[in-house]
């Protein structure tokens, strides 16, 4: 494991540098060179997060979710570190080669997102033979032009079109083990959504009677 203290140590010297000292030479150079040291510390953090979320390590130490126990112990944005977990998970189980572009420095976070976003289990495999391609096409193409090839390499391959939001196939479950037992989440559509939402409804009822907020007049 490489020693975290020093890494702490080296990132807060280099923050606390004086950029008024600098040539502009100098600090056109220190950005590119900052972008890259960024660029290879979130795919160094993408791989622990995948790592923690595939063990569920986070839920047995602190009872939070991984991205949840991220937000709490960092403050970043809960927004923020989900969308981290979401990209980890995916680079880890559905894009082999996107994940090991990021590690090397031949694709950023963000061009690795698009990646992520495009791909779906109707396209999953087609889309991964394509994928090495894509990525040596994003080295000579601008992000918005290799995004747009990206979305219409993955809309032809999906030659159905997205499923009817209320295809059963859309339902998705899932279960982690945790301190406290059992989590369920995930997401219900159809008539799936509607019979657990008339569950819940009724046992809202159930528990609290009286829902509605009584007012007084006062004459």
Same mark, same amino acid.
């Given at each position: 494991?490489f020693?975290?203290?020093?890494l702490?140590?080296?990132?807060?010297?280099?923050?606390?540098?004086?950029?008024?000292?600098?040539?502009?030479?100098?600090?056109?150079?220190?950005?590119?060179?900052?972008?890259?040291?960024?660029?290879?510390?979130?795919a160094?953090?993408?791989a622990?997060?995948?790592?923690?979320?595939?063990?569920?390590?986070?839920?047995?130490?602190?009872?939070?979710?991984?991205?949840?126990?991220?937000?709490?112990?960092?403050?970043?944005a809960?927004?923020?570190a989900?969308?981290?977990? #979401?990209?980890?998970?995916? +680079?880890?189980? &559905?894009?082999?080669? %996107?994940? !090991?572009?990021? *590690?090397?420095? @031949?694709?950023? =976070?963000?061009?690795?997102?698009v990646?992520?976003?495009?791909?779906n289990?109707?396209?999953?495999?087609?889309?991964?033979?394509?994928e090495?391609?894509?990525?040596?096409?994003?080295?000579?193409?601008?992000f918005?032009?290799?995004?747009?090839?990206?979305?219409?390499?993955?809309?032809?391959?999906?030659?159905?079109?997205?499923?009817?939001?209320?295809?059963?196939?859309?339902?998705?479950?899932?279960?982690?083990?945790?301190r406290d037992?059992? #989590?369920?989440a995930?997401? +219900?559509v159809? &008539?799936?959504?509607? %019979?657990? !939402?008339?569950? *819940?409804?009724? @046992?809202r009822? =159930?528990?609290?009677p009286?829902?509605?907020?009584?007012?007084?007049?006062?004459?």
């Amino acid at each position: 494991m490489f020693d975290v203290t020093v890494l702490t140590e080296m990132t807060a010297k280099i923050a606390g540098l004086d950029e008024h000292l600098y040539a502009d030479d100098d600090l056109l150079a220190g950005v590119k060179a900052i972008e890259k040291a960024v660029q290879s510390l979130h795919a160094a953090e993408g791989a622990l997060l995948g790592e923690l979320d595939a063990r569920g390590t986070t839920d047995v130490v602190s009872g939070h979710r991984t991205a949840n126990w991220l937000a709490h112990e960092t403050g970043i944005a809960p927004a923020a570190a989900k969308a981290r977990v #979401r990209l980890a998970v995916s +680079l880890r189980l &559905d894009l082999p080669e %996107t994940d !090991r572009a990021v *590690r090397e420095g @031949r694709l950023c =976070a963000d061009r690795a997102k698009v990646m992520a976003n495009a791909i779906n289990d109707r396209i999953a495999t087609e889309f991964r033979e394509m994928e090495a391609s894509l990525i040596a096409e994003s080295a000579s193409m601008t992000f918005a032009d290799w995004a747009q090839r990206v979305a219409i390499v993955a809309a032809l391959l999906d030659q159905d079109g997205p499923e009817p939001s209320e295809d059963p196939n859309n339902n998705r479950l899932r279960l982690r083990g945790g301190r406290d037992g059992t #989590r369920v989440a995930g997401q +219900l559509v159809g &008539d799936t959504a509607t %019979t657990t !939402r008339t569950g *819940r409804a009724d @046992r809202r009822r =159930a528990v609290a009677p009286f829902p509605w907020r009584l007012r007084t007049h006062q004459r």
